[in-house]
């Protein structure tokens, strides 16, 4: 495969990838879309509120700069002044009787009766190009084309009723302002809340989906798939996914469209002090996406590392008495150290390219701020710019520069999440190799009856555990199935349940093939135990019945009965309702086995499946079991797998199996009486006792 090519597989993936996870987004398009309104508007609040402040410093702050014209009579905006009304608000065809405030000497001095030039020069006003400044302690003098123009000291009372409108206009313009923040706030609240909502429901909606897909999984995928592996895909990659469904998405939206917003009033406020702004864009386009590409990398490096210590976990601490009987402890933690140094250096190098990113974009926004203050102030003295545009400009280059910042952390998040995504799906893309059929037989009743015929089986390709295997066991049967280890003997007993598909043969329940079988209908109807025993968190009762509200508490005790493990329940402390931690280790072994009789029990099966089921209860327990096995055996198909003969003889029919395929059949005495593989066994058990 070419590298080309390869590149764009991996594209072609990350788009479907992408495509996939929008898909969750679609049962929540209306908050969604609400969200991005709300966007949009607190964006506009946001480009709104520099301009504000701008106009204001313009229009009110510098409104001295502002001329006044005599109005004859009282107008809205009018001010008595001097016994005449002025106003800052007079038709552009007036030429006479202005005034003009100037400041010299961090005074304010009003100049009145001008003619248009005269104002137009005054508001120019500029030391350096007016000469023969005349200041005394009430008036100031200037010479201007051989004219003396003379202004008046204002004092503090007189200037604030000259200025009164301006005060006003501020005043209006800062609760304009309070209101701008407060609806910031309140949409802000808003979208925040619905994010976190929609985010954590699409979350919690992905986790169900995760769980319930394992559930359906074949026994084949967790044979080969570490537990903490899988727990991982559930809880750490699900959880990465969060906070891209509750903010990223729409604060890259967000972003994107506050850059946009930016670039564009800035355009059409100055274009000339906006090309300033940008000079540094095409270099922040450029680190921003080497960035993209190194971020991508090292959160894959870490999703992976974070699996394979999660993996190392739930092995270690399973297998921790097994770990302690051998004293490997040290050894474990070094284990443990190497595996925890690689998450260490993966989160460190994860850091580092951010510690590295951020400083740079902050200081190139600090060199566009000191572009912007050089020329913008030098635009300022020359009068080619207000001191109010050049307030929204220094706003927004910091403004600009910090979204596009935050844009490239939220990709590095969305890689993240994508990286976790990649590794949900593998999980929800793995196809359940026990598949049911559309329209599945569903008995009224199983008898119990069990043929194979010309079974062969294997777990991997054609390493055939079962060649050519052919039996049959008749409704209420006792059929046990003896032989060395790795014979094949368990494999039968999973064939029945169908946790495993075979490649050539035919397995038959009651004369159907168990693949046209409804499947919950033919595991419901097979009752296993399990040498190995399985307790749940929880409390004696919730173990027996499994979550079946069907089961009632007078059928757990009639179960537990049944099989004497009432005995032991009955003498604890809170009876059924005693509290088990997982794997049942406050109960012992025995103890463990009678509740997991008594749980099988409880779900009435026709078909009793033993494997192994008395190897590891000590004599006194065995036969209370003994006892209550053959109680249950009436009227069931039973199966059993034992080692230790003595256990089976009374069975209807004894099946040997010697490398994957069945060598001899018949009951105890006659399998004596041919004198081969059975008597074999029988003789060393006799010689071991």
């Known amino acids: 495969?070419?590298?080309?090519?390869?590149?764009?597989?991996?594209?072609?993936?990350?788009?479907?990838?992408?495509?996939?996870?929008?898909?969750?987004?679609?049962?929540?398009?209306?908050?969604?879309?609400?969200?991005?309104?709300?966007?949009?508007?607190?964006?506009?609040?946001?480009?709104?509120?520099?301009?504000?402040?701008?106009?204001?410093?313009?229009?009110?702050?510098?409104?001295?700069?502002?001329?006044?014209?005599?109005?004859?009579?009282?107008?809205?905006?009018?001010?008595?002044?001097?016994?005449?009304?002025?106003?800052?608000?007079?038709?552009?065809?007036?030429?006479?009787?202005?005034?003009?405030?100037?400041?010299?000497?961090?005074?304010?001095?009003?100049?009145?009766?001008?003619?248009?030039?005269?104002?137009?020069?005054?508001?120019?006003?500029?030391?350096?190009?007016?000469?023969?400044?005349?200041?005394?302690?009430?008036?100031?003098?200037?010479?201007?084309?051989?004219?003396?123009?003379?202004?008046?000291?204002?004092?503090?009372?007189?200037?604030?009723?000259?200025?009164?409108?301006?005060?006003?206009?501020?005043?209006?313009?800062?609760?304009?302002?309070?209101?701008?923040?407060?609806?910031?706030?309140?949409?802000?609240?808003?979208?925040?809340?619905?994010?976190?909502?929609?985010?954590?429901?699409?979350?919690?909606?992905?986790?169900?989906?995760?769980?319930?897909?394992?559930?359906?999984?074949?026994?084949?995928?967790?044979?080969?798939?570490?537990?903490?592996?899988?727990?991982?895909?559930?809880?750490?990659?699900?959880?990465?996914?969060?906070?891209?469904?509750?903010?990223?998405?729409?604060?890259?939206?967000?972003?994107?469209?506050?850059?946009?917003?930016?670039?564009?009033?800035?355009?059409?406020?100055?274009?000339?002090?906006?090309?300033?702004?940008?000079?540094?864009?095409?270099?922040?386009?450029?680190?921003?996406?080497?960035?993209?590409?190194?971020?991508?990398?090292?959160?894959?490096?870490?999703?992976?590392?974070?699996?394979?210590?999660?993996?190392?976990?739930?092995?270690?601490?399973?297998?921790?008495?097994?770990?302690?009987?051998?004293?490997?402890?040290?050894?474990?933690?070094?284990?443990?150290?190497?595996?925890?140094?690689?998450?260490?250096?993966?989160?460190?190098?994860?850091?580092?390219?951010?510690?590295?990113?951020?400083?740079?974009?902050?200081?190139?926004?600090?060199?566009?701020?000191?572009i912007i203050i050089i020329s913008g102030s030098a635009s300022v003295l020359q009068g080619a710019l207000s001191m109010g545009t050049l307030f929204i400009f220094i706003q927004y280059i910091g403004s600009f520069f910090e979204p596009i910042q935050e844009l490239a952390e939220q990709l590095g998040t969305l890689q993240s999440a994508m990286a976790s995504a990649e590794k949900i799906f593998t999980v929800l893309d793995e196809e359940p190799q026990i598949v049911q059929k559309e329209n599945p037989t569903k008995l009224d009743v199983i008898s119990g009856k069990i043929e194979f015929k010309n079974v062969w089986f294997a777990y991997e390709n054609e390493e055939y555990i079962l060649r050519d295997v052919s039996f049959t066991i008749n409704p209420g049967e006792k059929v046990a199935f003896v032989g060395a280890t790795g014979a094949g003997k368990s494999s039968i007993l999973n064939l029945i349940g169908r946790y495993y598909d075979i490649q050539k043969g035919e397995i038959l329940i009651d004369g159907i093939n168990i693949k046209d079988l409804d499947k919950d209908q033919l595991r419901g109807s097979i009752g296993q135990v399990q040498q190995d025993v399985f307790i749940f968190t929880g409390d004696i009762k919730s173990n027996i019945r499994l979550r079946n509200d069907e089961i009632t508490e007078t059928q757990i005790k009639q179960a537990a009965s049944y099989v004497n493990a009432k005995t032991f329940i009955e003498k604890l402390p809170n009876a059924y309702n005693e509290k088990v931690t997982e794997r049942g280790s406050t109960l012992s072994q025995g103890q463990r086995q009678l509740l997991s009789f008594a749980r099988t029990l409880a779900f009435h099966p026709r078909i009793l499946v033993m494997d192994e089921a008395t190897a590891n209860i000590d004599t006194e327990t065995e036969l209370l079991i003994q006892e209550a096995i053959q109680k249950l055996m009436d009227d069931r198909t039973t199966i059993m797998v034992a080692h230790r003969l003595s256990t089976i003889q009374h069975a209807d029919n004894i099946i040997v199996m010697h490398k994957g395929k069945i060598r001899e059949a018949g009951t105890h005495q006659e399998l004596l009486n041919l004198d081969g593989i059975y008597k074999k066994l029988y003789q060393l058990q006799l010689n071991k006792l």
């Open 1 to 370: 495969m070419t590298k080309q090519k390869h590149i764009n597989m991996q594209k072609t993936f990350k788009v479907n990838v992408l495509k996939r996870l929008l898909k969750y987004i679609k049962p929540c398009w209306k908050t969604m879309v609400l969200s991005f309104l709300l966007v949009l508007f607190i964006t506009g609040l946001e480009l709104y509120r520099p301009v504000l402040i701008g106009g204001a410093i313009d229009q009110y702050i510098n409104g001295y700069s502002q001329p006044y014209a005599e109005v004859g009579e009282y107008s809205k905006d009018a001010i008595f002044y001097n016994n005449k009304y002025i106003s800052k608000t007079f038709p552009s065809t007036t030429k006479n009787n202005l005034l003009q405030l100037i400041i010299y000497d961090n005074k304010y001095y009003l100049f009145d009766d001008l003619d248009l030039n005269e104002q137009i020069i005054l508001k120019k006003f500029d030391e350096s190009v007016i000469h023969d400044i005349v200041p005394t302690e009430s008036v100031l003098k200037l010479n201007i084309n051989n004219e003396t123009l003379t202004g008046t000291l204002m004092h503090k009372d007189d200037l604030k009723i000259l200025r009164t409108g301006d005060f006003s206009g501020i005043k209006f313009v800062s609760l304009i302002y309070l209101l701008v923040l407060g609806l910031s706030f309140l949409c802000n609240f808003l979208q925040t809340w619905m994010l976190q909502l929609t985010g954590q429901k699409i979350i919690y909606n992905i986790r169900q989906e995760v769980f319930q897909h394992v559930h359906s999984l074949s026994l084949r995928f967790f044979d080969i798939n570490p537990v903490g592996k899988i727990v991982t895909r559930i809880t750490n990659d699900v959880e990465s996914l969060s906070e891209m469904y509750s903010g990223i998405l729409v604060k890259l939206f967000k972003n994107t469209i506050k850059i946009i917003g930016l670039a564009i009033v800035m355009i059409s406020i100055n274009f000339k002090m906006s090309m300033y702004a940008f000079i540094l864009l095409p270099l922040i386009i450029f680190l921003t996406f080497i960035f993209k590409r190194i971020s991508r990398a090292t959160y894959r490096i870490t999703r992976t590392k974070i699996t394979t210590i999660n993996t190392f976990l739930s092995e270690n601490i399973s297998g921790m008495k097994l770990i302690q009987i051998f004293a490997r402890e040290n050894e474990k933690y070094k284990d443990f150290e190497v595996k925890s140094k690689e998450l260490f250096h993966a989160n460190f190098k994860e850091m580092m390219v951010f510690a590295i990113f951020r400083p740079i974009i902050y200081m190139l926004s600090i060199v566009s701020l000191i």
